[in-house]
């Protein structure tokens, strides 16, 4: 088995910009595990597909040892998982609590702890987290506390994270979003979802993979949290 090649490890890869950034590192000739609730099984070799809740540990240890057992290292680890739940606070339930620290917060928590231990063998990684604006600049028309209490725990895990292992040639970074042109968007509200940026219009998923492709390159960076927000995090 080669270990020449780099490898990453993307989670929420069953679509939208997990599924564009399995396709990015593929391009970039990268060895990839792409995890997600539901994952079709790959026909190519480079590729390793793991189903299961990013909420459970079982689902992470299955993906970091699929990553080692059959290409042998990890090189980046792309936390993409998340889920969001926009409601008046005092609406919020149990359940909204439950699903959404699950995956935004107790899934980086697991999976990123693995990544970390093999990234260690080797002395060098990358860790990308997928955060949001919001957690800096609240927005009155989008009630999102739950999103900002999982996501803002994201950014501080970032910088934490980023100088514990600085000298041990691991990176962490995040990249903090306004709102992106997915498909859990119906057409019908693409007007007020492009109101809600100075640029008057929505992300698209390029601009979230070109991010992190960049944070990827950038060798002297982390600790960052890069704002890919239409001008939300600048003011309105």
Request: charged share 20%; aromatic share 6%; glycine share 8%.
């Amino acid at each position: 088995m080669s270990t020449e090649r780099k490898v990453a490890v993307i989670t929420g890869a069953s679509q939208g910009i997990g599924a564009a950034l399995v396709e990015a590192y593929r391009n970039r000739d990268y060895r990839v595990v792409a995890t997600a609730l539901s994952m079709q099984t790959s026909s190519n070799d480079d590729v390793v597909t793991v189903s299961g809740d990013i909420g459970d540990r079982a689902t992470a240890e299955r993906a970091i040892a699929a990553a080692v057992s059959r290409f042998g290292r990890i090189d980046t680890l792309v936390n993409n998982a998340g889920i969001f739940i926009g409601k008046p606070f005092t609406q919020y339930t149990d359940a909204d609590y439950a699903a959404i620290m699950a995956v935004n917060l107790t899934g980086f928590f697991y999976t990123t702890q693995l990544a970390i231990i093999e990234m260690e063998k080797q002395r060098s990684g990358h860790v990308v987290q997928i955060s949001t604006s919001m957690v800096t600049h609240a927005n009155a028309a989008v009630p999102s506390v739950l999103a900002s209490l999982t996501k803002g725990g994201l950014d501080a895990a970032t910088r934490s994270l980023a100088i514990e292992y600085a000298k041990r040639g691991i990176r962490v970074n995040a990249v903090a979003l306004g709102v992106i042109k997915t498909p859990m968007h119906p057409d019908e509200t693409y007007a007020e979802l492009d109101a809600l940026h100075p640029m008057s219009r929505m992300g698209e998923i390029d601009d979230v993979v070109g991010a992190i492709l960049y944070l990827e390159s950038a060798g002297f960076v982390t600790g960052e949290i890069l704002h890919v927000d239409g001008g939300q995090s600048a003011g309105h």
